[in-house]
């Protein structure tokens, strides 16, 4: 078998260096795009859940209590799996909300009751690719005597990190 | 004359305000452009569900899989693009003709269809049901998806439709919760999905399928505070008469259990069936005779002397 000549050789390695010029970013790009989801099924659960607790509750209970992000520490650039624990916390066992596989979005659950309304704030915020930079996605809801629980749109504070 | 120390001051509170104004008038635009979407038109070459299974050449689940990753790259991308991504629906709808049993596609349908970085349309809170119903037929007793189903038919997407389609989906809705609570779960949201559906089917005026629904979760759940939930519910849905009979049937039924199989979940229990006596149920006729009774039907209405209670 016969070496490749110079040529030849510089051909290859401009062809391979392109390829993976363009490949390896739109792969890391489609990667973390792909993780996203992540959040946003996230919060989704927990609206879906916060909302049908409100329907059944009184106004003052409508909500669980207020609890901090969990976990702690939001992941960088990596999947985690939390300790033992991290979602015994009432308020996501009554949400039914946790993880049992690695994960990358911290999410923290914020309520209040003022007299007879009740609201509460459900965020996640993440670090895909690990540069210190946050993206941020929320929802919140909030319920009132003698009426149905209102869930509002998805908020972004910062999709892309 | 200005004094000197206005002098000085001047400059910098001129160039502060200057780059306020500056920003102030700036922000507007930029922020609008920014907020739009980059791209405004995607064509997709996916095949129709039918042509899809026919080009997976019989790996149906291996090219379903590959589709779910690649709607959850594209959803992803949509955020970053702030663009709708138009062919989720189709996607999802080739992905489920696929691959029907594949649950995760059913659970992550409302995330994928209804949050967007565009607001939601009555058409994907429409399809996201469609595709739901489509996974409990598929997967009848997956008690999550039954869950998800519900809740997002019941609280999420009425608020969002019309009233005509908040109405059938409220009634959806209901029906699914109720389904969810009587499968059994370790979910610990599921007492307030009970509590939903009960509520639900009482103001929709099912009054009949709400005690059906309790019924069936105090039958099978060993929960006890779904089944406090249950029978107080329970209690206020039946009259006095009614109530007495619904008693004196659970006490029979708890004393079986306890006598024959107290080690066994009621689940289990109604699998098995009433345990009849042996040595006194040997031969053709004593086999009719009460307490030989094999199947719960034949118990309740023989044995118990509670007519109907079988269904």
Request: proline content about 7%; hydrophobic content about 40%; some cysteine.
């Amino acid at each position: 078998m016969r070496s490749l000549s110079p040529v030849e050789a510089a051909l290859c390695i401009a062809i391979a260096g392109s390829v993976l010029g363009v490949g390896v970013p739109a792969f890391f790009r489609n990667l973390h795009a792909s993780r996203l989801v992540e959040s946003m099924d996230g919060l989704e659960r927990i609206a879906r859940a916060a909302a049908e607790r409100a329907a059944t509750e009184p106004v003052p209970t409508a909500y669980p209590a207020s609890v901090r992000p969990t976990p702690a520490a939001v992941p960088a650039g990596v999947a985690l799996r939390d300790p033992p624990g991290s979602w015994d916390d009432p308020t996501w066992v009554s949400l039914g909300f946790g993880f049992s596989t690695p994960h990358r979005y911290s999410f923290e659950f914020e309520s209040e009751h003022r007299g007879r309304r009740a609201r509460y704030r459900a965020s996640a915020r993440g670090d895909l690719d690990g540069d210190g930079q946050l993206s941020e996605f929320s929802v919140r809801g909030e319920t009132s005597e003698g009426r149905a629980p209102v869930t509002f749109p998805l908020e972004m504070h910062r999709e892309m990190e | 004359m200005m004094p000197r120390w206005l002098l000085e001051l001047l400059p910098p509170w001129l160039c502060a305000f200057l780059g306020i104004g500056l920003v102030a008038a700036a922000r507007g635009p930029l922020l609008q452009s920014y907020q739009q979407p980059a791209a405004h038109e995607e064509v997709s070459l996916l095949l129709s569900p039918e042509y899809s299974v026919l080009f997976s050449l019989g790996h149906r689940e291996a090219l379903a899989d590959y589709l779910f990753a690649n709607v959850l790259v594209k959803y992803g991308l949509s955020f970053r693009e702030k663009a709708r991504f138009e062919a989720t629906y189709r996607y999802l709808d080739s992905i489920t003709t696929l691959a029907p049993t594949f649950a995760r596609p059913y659970l992550y349908v409302d995330t994928l269809l209804t949050m967007r970085p565009t607001p939601a349309l009555l058409e994907d809170y429409l399809d996201t049901r469609r595709l739901h119903e489509r996974g409990l037929e598929a997967l009848p007793s997956h008690q999550e998806l039954w869950l998800v189903a519900g809740q997002f038919a019941a609280y999420l997407a009425p608020q969002r439709v019309p009233e005509p389609y908040a109405k059938e989906l409220r009634r959806k809705g209901a029906r699914d919760l109720a389904r969810a609570c009587e499968l059994v779960s370790n979910n610990a949201n599921i007492p307030y999905g009970c509590i939903a559906a009960a509520r639900l089917l009482n103001r929709e005026g099912q009054r009949e399928a709400m005690i059906r629904m309790l019924s069936r979760t105090l039958a099978v759940n060993d929960d006890p505070e779904i089944r406090k939930m249950a029978l107080g519910y329970l209690e206020q849905a039946v009259n006095e008469r009614e109530r007495d009979r619904y008693g004196r049937r659970v006490q029979a039924l708890e004393s079986v259990w306890r006598q024959q199989v107290p080690h066994v979940s009621r689940v289990m229990m109604s699998l098995l069936g009433p345990g009849p006596e042996v040595w006194k149920c040997a031969g053709l006729s004593a086999a009719l005779t009460p307490g030989c009774e094999t199947t719960w039907r034949d118990w309740t209405e023989v044995k118990a002397g509670f007519p109907g209670n079988g269904r």
